[in-house]
């Protein structure tokens, strides 16, 4: 993998530089293979999570979704829904219940060179803010993405252990729409072994990323759909609407046995009811709705149970995040999960304009509600700003310290009696020091956490180096990883097919989204 | 209470420059009353719990503890404790395990005005940070906090509803030690209705404050034992020492009735074992001996289980906070306060220099593992820095947001069949919204929390408006608050007494603290 190859030659270069990133590195747990120990709340009772899931089944039925793509209508009909009003979709009660219970329950995604990364109801996975038009640092401000700044944030998640599967960071809008998706996924692709995303927008896009991916990872038709190799995040149109992309994604990834991570962006009191309960309902609905046609299209395709809820700012109608509200939500959106057993995927988020203190505490307020609500993949979870419009460098860093600390504390306490430590104890006297004990001798250097950019130096200290606040000091962290970073090597027979694959698809007008 | 008048007569007075602080008033739920609703992670088998105890009872009787105080070593050694080396005192396992269950498991403490505050094993209190030499806002700078800051912070303490007792924030180094408690208590009890804090400098200063605590709150003495006016936190010496004005404490509070938060800190690596286990072993043991001297004193006691362990940096021996091992050990602390059934005090904190987003992390991350561990009072949660040596006016407000959302998360959700709104769903089209639906109209107005500082505009809007962050917020805000506080309005005979006593006492020299 891309962080451990470049770690290993960071420690090489040691005194070159490069200390400090190295230091900041992939000690501690193996971030991605960490499970969530708590116990999530239980907000609603078990016959509460029941009329729940029984409502969003009624809506379902008796009024329907209404979906604009025309062979999802078809297939669902064949498969007994009921049309009504030329688009409305009715689903009847028991089709999404025998539907949704084929949805596979646990899954493994797989990237280059053997990585793997598991998904079942006790994962707890992190993911890069993505789909930012805008991009941030503090240094350059803020401007319209493009592809340099896709690079460079494709290259910091690639870094970090903690980040299992790329996310779709920012929109490169200096590349033509037609051929976006080829140059994004390129870029993912040559840069890491890890699992990359693909926008559901038209089959078109669609089938030139799942080629790309079968290029660099050495597969065949057969094999590529025999496993999961990439993922797309699908939003139904709030309320009760399916588009012709999104519609058109999950059949698509369906029928290549890829996930389709189906996502109602529900927020209370805009484009859902203004209850936390009224929200869920409808949110439910649609993502049984989403989960029925890609178990329609492929039986047992995989999929995730998407729950993006939290509240508007009554007095704007914009999405906020980190409100009790949103919190509230996600412990719910857990049960739900829970109840159809379908791995969830959650998200944290802020509605702040700067990487200022409030961003960092709606972000965090945001994340806990979504570990402890148990969701299995927490989306955005490092360097949105502006409730998704910008990502920014600097929070990025920032934001990745919390998700690596939370993943650090569900390893677990040892209890043994040498960790119990009568002897050691007894070995200091009353007002002394543990310092010097055998067993700080022996733990000292592994024993803690390691932070990333915290500065736990004292006050004097401190200001004599300066006075460097955190956001300072993550520009220096993410400058740090960049100038050293080194690629996953993809083969050089694969990189080329792939650059042919590009320019070939270039040249023939590549595929434009479709509406 | 104050914050309840200030705040009838800041709307009286809309229009005239005080809405800002008005809309972040008293909105939502009374913050003081809400209980944990969460499931405290066990990271311990009921085996290790055991254990863990099982071994501080054996450090106790085995290895014992210095008592620096001639008095409490008596009556230790009275009740059946063995002296050996002239201070070590050796507790039976027995004695301790029998005076521990003395301790009450629920308590009220009481303010003025018919104030209270419930304590139990589901109590989820904040208090601010307390304690700090020095003061910071970001136009003064840092400098050694004074009486005027300490007028201020009681003030803006007394102004949220998130906080039921004042803290000790700041040390007033202008006023003289001798005199300072006098200061102090007077301020805090002239200020606000909530329950004050006393210093246990030795007996002269704790029975000058009790004395302006019963002229105060128009008490007897009989009547003051009878019911919690105040409390002390007692500091432990880590490891395994309890100091002369300290043990003195837990004598004087204990035969007064009032409470003894009994709190060794002890820090893994330095003044405790490395390990989360031995560390909690180490405090364990010193908070049993803690609350067993208060009990020897006058069975029955109110004490709380103190447990402020966190980690230090191995390169400094620096203590810091929002680490995995704080969160961790929070965990722990839990297990081990609910195996004694005994309240619990826990604390947050930051070891960061400005009040920037390391601050808000960390302080975030340690909250979360107190909230979750179940601390039923959790201290250092707003304005803390640099591990407690100085307290920030920006960071005080900034941080309250953070609990004030924790405390609002904790509100039931609603299930009844409106909030699971079946109806509303069906009055929205597809791809329409929810503005207009009666559900709405009838629930807007309150449904969502109200921030105190949050900037929820677009970035165009704020950007506009001066791109404010959030600091510069926090800072407009707590001026707000100091320019329209409205004091308790103690009545003015007890207000004028409480003047004489101190100007007495000043002109009697005081009570200088003991050593």
């Given at each position: 993998m891309a962080q451990e190859r470049t770690s290993t030659r960071r420690r090489g270069r040691r005194?070159?530089?490069?200390a400090k990133v190295m230091s900041a590195?992939?000690?501690?747990?193996a971030y991605h293979t960490v499970r969530n120990t708590l116990t999530s709340p239980e907000v609603f009772s078990e016959d509460a999570v029941e009329d729940i899931h029984a409502t969003a089944l009624r809506v379902l039925e008796e009024l329907g979704v209404r979906v604009l793509n025309a062979e999802a209508r078809d297939i669902l009909v064949a498969a007994g829904c009921v049309l009504r009003d030329d688009m409305m979709v009715h689903f009847p009660r028991d089709l999404v219940s025998d539907r949704v219970a084929q949805a596979p329950r646990e899954m493994v995604w797989h990237g280059g060179d053997g990585y793997r990364v598991e998904f079942d109801m006790r994962s707890l996975h992190f993911m890069a803010g993505g789909g930012c038009p805008n991009i941030t640092d503090i240094?350059?401000?803020?401007r319209p993405g493009t592809l340099a700044d896709f690079v460079d944030l494709t290259r910091l998640q690639a870094h970090?252990?903690?980040?299992p599967a790329l996310s779709?960071?920012?929109?490169?809008?200096?590349?033509?729409v037609n051929e976006r998706h080829l140059q994004t996924t390129r870029i993912q692709l040559e840069t890491a072994g890890k699992v990359p995303w693909i926008f559901a927008r038209g089959s078109g896009q669609v089938e030139d990323c799942f080629e790309m991916i079968r290029i660099a990872r050495g597969l065949d038709e057969a094999a590529f759909k025999e496993r999961i190799w990439t993922y797309t995040i699908i939003n139904t149109n709030s309320p009760r609407q399916i588009d012709v992309p999104m519609a058109q994604g999950i059949m698509d990834f369906a029928r290549a046995g890829q996930v389709s991570i189906i996502t109602p962006f529900c927020l209370s009191g805009a484009?859902?009811?203004?209850t936390e309960a009224g929200s869920l309902t409808l949110s439910h609905a649609e993502a049984l709705a989403g989960i029925t046609l890609a178990q329609v299209t492929n039986p047992g395709a995989p999929v995730m149970y998407g729950a993006f809820s939290s509240n508007v700012?009554?007095?704007?109608g914009a999405p906020v995040f980190g409100t009790p509200e949103h919190i509230r939500t996600n412990f719910g959106a857990g049960q739900l999960a829970r109840h159809i057993g379908i791995p969830w995927r959650s998200a944290t988020g802020t509605?702040?304009?700067?990487?200022d203190f409030q961003s960092a505490t709606e972000t965090q307020l945001g994340l806990w509600g979504a570990v402890l609500g148990g969701a299995n993949l927490i989306v955005?979870?490092?360097?949105?700003?502006e409730g998704g419009l910008t990502l920014s460098y600097e929070k990025f860093i920032m934001d990745l310290e919390a998700c690596r600390t939370i993943t650090a504390a569900m390893q677990p306490v040892e209890a043994t009696p040498e960790a119990i430590s009568f002897e050691t104890i007894a070995e200091v006297a009353p007002g002394?020091?543990?310092?010097?004990?055998e067993q700080t001798m022996a733990?000292?250097?592994?024993?803690f956490y390691t932070p990333l950019i915290s500065d736990w130096r004292n006050f004097g200290q401190w200001q004599e180096a300066g006075a460097v606040e955190t956001v300072d000091r993550a520009q220096a962290h993410w400058r740090a990883i960049l100038d050293g970073f080194v690629a996953d090597g993809l083969p050089e027979d694969r990189r080329e097919a792939l650059l042919d694959f590009v320019e070939r698809r270039c040249a023939e007008g590549g595929a434009h989204p479709v509406d």
């Open positions: 005194g070159q530089g490069a590195g992939l000690a501690g747990p240094d350059r401000g803020r970090f252990d903690t980040l779709p960071s920012i929109e490169p809008q200096d590349v033509a484009m859902a009811p203004i700012d009554m007095r704007s509605a702040a304009n700067a990487p955005h979870a490092a360097g949105w700003l002394g020091h543990f310092f010097a004990t733990r000292y250097a592994d024993q």
